[in-house]
């Protein structure tokens, strides 16, 4: 039975085309480390990761590719930016779709003595504006948003909100996890001062790679999560100024790095505007397809153009987790069901606890690869 991958919110499959050849042709041909020696082979490899950053700065907007910084992942670029910059008697402000990324690394830091807000989010998982702007005090030090939800692709409207931080003078960070490579991400047009972002998702590239684009005064106030060697400034026992060694102590994932950078070369080629139009289309197919069945439910807005490529059907007469296995098993259809680490979209969503089971299309999948789906969710529901 042929199987149908529709978890791409998970991480994409399949990679862009060249992903697996630069990092074979690294690890099979590259060697030595960066920043460290003066060989030809680490130089050349250094230059190699200096133009994936250069290419990954321009493509987030950042003003100088020094403030493109690298990191495993989303998650640890969202703890570089929440533990870097938040002190005790500090208020965060996060909003009711987040992913646990945030969720948890922001109630961790609540025992630190960080004080924490969630701005609600209507039923459809919409940011309500009115009710982030009464959020703020004078102690609020940051507000991290998430650009897309995980649960049901729902676009935030992070312009709004970054128009209120602006006013009061406080950073805005994204968590593109579910953005990034989706949709436009960039700082200076969101008005943002930092974008967390995954190379495995949207971007197309390898796990165990990702990245933060900061602005220049995010970036100065800053304290480093990991601390060691950088290959600079070693005579001193603090960390450097310069960016980005300041936050990228330690061996760096240069096979992840350089396929990154072949991702953003198809993505690049391939056009950013033609991906999107294709997964609005395939999104709008799916959701017509859908639309009127009255046992199930699919939260999230209805215009496709609101969203990315993410669908959660809640199964009303039957489990969710049951459907899933059923998806696999009796149409070879690949999803994933519970609460997508997302227990605060949720509960904004009215699914919790029960979850859904979440459909997540990729610039590879293909209509008959969605009509497939829709009718087996109809039958099973």
């Given at each position: ?279 609005v289309a395939l999104t709008g197919r799916f959701l017509s397809a859908l ?88 039958a099973l529901a």
């Open positions: 039975m042929k199987t149908v991958y529709l978890d791409q919110a998970a991480g994409s499959f399949p990679k862009a085309p060249g992903v697996s050849a630069a990092v074979a042709g690294l690890l099979e041909h590259g060697g030595g480390n960066i920043n460290r020696s003066s060989y030809a082979l680490s130089t050349g490899t250094g230059l190699q990761v200096m133009a994936v950053r250069e290419e990954l700065a321009a493509f987030f907007g950042c003003s100088a590719c020094e403030e493109l910084i690298f990191t495993p992942g989303a998650t640890q670029s969202v703890n570089l930016v929440l533990r870097g910059l938040l002190r005790p008697g500090d208020h965060l402000i996060i909003s009711g779709m987040e992913h646990n990324a945030v969720y948890r690394t922001a109630h961790a830091l609540t025992g630190a003595g960080i004080a924490l807000s969630v701005a609600p989010c209507d039923g459809t998982g919409a940011l309500d504006l009115d009710a982030l702007d009464r959020l703020f005090r004078p102690e609020t030090r940051l507000v991290m948003l998430t650009h897309a939800s995980n649960v049901c692709g729902t676009i935030l409207d992070i312009p709004g909100a970054a128009r209120l931080c602006r006013r009061r003078g406080v950073p805005l960070a994204v968590d593109a996890a579910q953005s990034a490579g989706h949709i436009p991400v960039r700082l200076d047009e969101l008005g943002a001062d930092a974008v967390c972002f995954p190379g495995h998702k949207g971007l197309l590239g390898p796990q165990g790679i990702g990245g933060a684009a900061l602005s220049p005064r995010l970036a100065r106030a800053m304290t480093p999560l990991i601390t060691g060697g950088t290959g600079s400034s070693s005579d001193s026992p603090e960390m450097p100024a310069e960016l980005p060694d300041r936050f990228e102590a330690g061996t760096g994932n240069l096979p992840g790095i350089l396929g990154l950078g072949a991702a953003l070369s198809y993505l690049r080629s391939a056009g950013l505007d033609r991906l999107r139009a294709h997964e639309r009127g069945c009255p046992h199930i439910r699919v939260p999230g807005p209805p215009r496709p153009e609101d969203r990315v490529g993410v669908i959660s059907v809640d199964f009303l007469r039957r489990d969710n987790a049951e459907a899933a296995a059923d998806l696999e098993e009796r149409y070879g259809i690949l999803t994933r069901c519970g609460l997508h680490c997302a227990p605060l979209a949720h509960r904004t969503l009215g699914t919790f606890p029960r979850g859904t089971v979440r459909f997540s299309l990729g610039p590879f999948t293909a209509p008959e690869e969605v009509d497939a789906a829709a009718q087996a969710v109809l």
